[in-house]
Each structure stands twice: as C-alpha cells, then as structure tokens.
C-alpha cells in the first residue's frame, strides 16, 4: 500500500508554468506505476500521464504532449509533473495516483493522492 500527497497546484497566467510534485510513502513506491490524472468542474477524470516504475518510458494525452513532462526520483518517494505553456483549458484539480499497470484508464490504478487545484486564467 502506498499513500500519495500532491503538491504544487496555484494560480497562474495563461503561457507560464508549475511543477506538481506527489510524495509516496513506504518503502515499495519504486514498485508501482504512477500517473497524473484531471478532473475540471462538471467532467469526467481525465488520464495526463503515466511513467514506467524505472522511469524509462512515459504515455501523454494528446492535449498535454509536447507541454507537460511526468518524471519521478524512486531515491525520493516522489513523482513530478512539469507543466509549461499552460492554458486556460488545463484548469482542474490535478491527481497522482499509483497502480501496477502502465496503462491510462483512471479505473486500472489502485491508489489515489487527495488532490491539487490548477487555475489557469487568461
């Protein structure tokens, strides 16, 4: 079992950037799968990004390839979300969640961080 805390979310203008961090606990976050997910008011949760346990390969939604980079430290417990060129439509409450695998449905992974609101205005 593994316990996630996002962190990270804020304000900010329509082109800048965030970095979201998610902090796992236990001694087995190495083990699992991570991946970002989003959820805007009124909408269904959406897959971002999903990294490999060793990091070595990553999937991105259409709409984020090329702006958003998912990385992890195993050494630190913790997985990343670079965000850059932000848009008004990426606003959300974003969530890191862990699971065995390396997939995008939110249904195929196990563990869940409480969340983290993005606004993006413009």
């Known amino acids: 079992q593994v316990q996630l805390v996002e962190s990270g979310g804020g304000l900010v203008q329509a082109g800048g950037s965030l970095r979201l961090s998610c902090a796992g606990s236990?001694?087995?976050?190495?083990?699992?799968?991570m991946g970002w997910f989003r959820q805007a008011p009124g909408k269904e949760r959406e897959f971002v990004a999903t990294?490999?346990?060793?990091?070595?390969?990553?999937i991105y939604a259409d709409s984020v390839q090329g702006r958003f980079t998912i990385s992890r430290d195993n050494a630190k417990n913790t997985v990343y979300l670079q965000m850059n060129s932000l848009k008004p439509e990426d606003t959300a409450v974003y969530y890191c969640?862990?699971?065995?695998?390396?997939?995008?449905?939110?249904?195929?992974?196990?563990?869940w961080g409480q969340g983290t609101q993005v606004t993006v205005s413009s």
């Open positions: 990294i490999r346990r060793s990091g070595n390969s990553t």
């Open positions: 236990g001694r087995t976050f190495s083990s699992y799968i």
């Open positions: 969640a862990a699971g065995r695998l390396f997939t995008t449905p939110p249904n195929s992974y196990n563990y």
